[in-house]
């Protein structure tokens, strides 16, 4: 089992870019989760998918979108970058409600 | 109502000591408490995890005490080495119909050899 994992590991982007990440959740497993991470701080929940649906959101602007293919796999999009927006993300993968696994992350620059 | 308070920022303990990291919540419908280790350039791992009806959990060096009617939780760790050197992270699940989790800020754990 290859657990979480994610693409790419790190990523550098000049502001205004678009950017796309992606996510292959643990075998089994049908929920995504994504989170920021930036640096010294706890991860913050930007959103869930599940059943190729957007189920919840945290504070983030539209510029964060989301898309869950049926394989389970995901992608996070961030539009029009800004510095702030440097940072680990996160994704996590869960079956229903239980525990939620996360991957080793995709670090971004935004320059 | 929805943070999770986590002290210290940072800890440095002796080889054999016992590192206790606290957390404080607000929202009494939290359901579900789990610590995080982090090692640089990775992804957060789960380590232990509790629910409110228990006021104590053991797994190996690592023991979670949780006091419901304070609102808060701690981890312990026994017999520290230096491998336990990491970030530690407590977090708080909603209830069931919510799925965020909310993350501490995060306790930097050096253990000397």
């Known amino acids: 089992d290859a657990g979480v994992t994610q693409s790419p590991t790190h990523l550098i982007k000049t502001r205004g870019q678009q950017v796309t990440l992606r996510c292959s959740p643990k075998s089994g497993h049908d929920t995504v989760s994504w989170y920021q991470q930036a640096l010294g701080q706890g991860p913050q929940f930007i959103f869930q998918?599940?059943?190729?649906?957007?189920?919840q959101r945290g504070n983030f602007p539209d510029r964060f979108s989301g898309h869950q293919f049926p394989n389970y796999s995901s992608e996070l999009n961030v539009n029009a970058l800004l510095l702030g927006d440097s940072a680990l993300y996160l994704c996590?993968?869960?079956?229903?409600?239980?525990?939620?696994?996360f991957g080793p992350g995709t670090r971004l620059t935004v320059l | 109502q929805q943070q999770v308070k986590q002290s210290p920022q940072s800890l440095i303990v002796q080889k054999g000591g016992i590192p206790i990291i606290n957390c404080a919540y607000e929202n009494t419908a939290f359901d579900y408490f789990p610590w995080y280790q982090q090692f640089p350039g990775k992804g957060p791992a789960l380590l232990i995890a509790?629910?409110?009806?228990?006021s104590e959990k053991k797994e190996g060096r690592f023991t979670i005490s949780f006091n419901k009617s304070a609102k808060q939780f701690s981890l312990h760790i026994m017999d520290s080495q230096p491998g336990d050197s990491a970030t530690y992270f407590c977090a708080a699940r909603p209830p069931a119909g919510t799925y965020k989790y909310i993350f501490g800020t995060g306790t930097r754990l050096k253990v000397l050899a």
């Open positions: 998918y599940y059943e190729e649906e957007e189920r």
């Open positions: 509790i629910r409110p009806d228990v």
């Open positions: 996590a993968s869960s079956s229903y409600y239980n525990e939620q696994f």
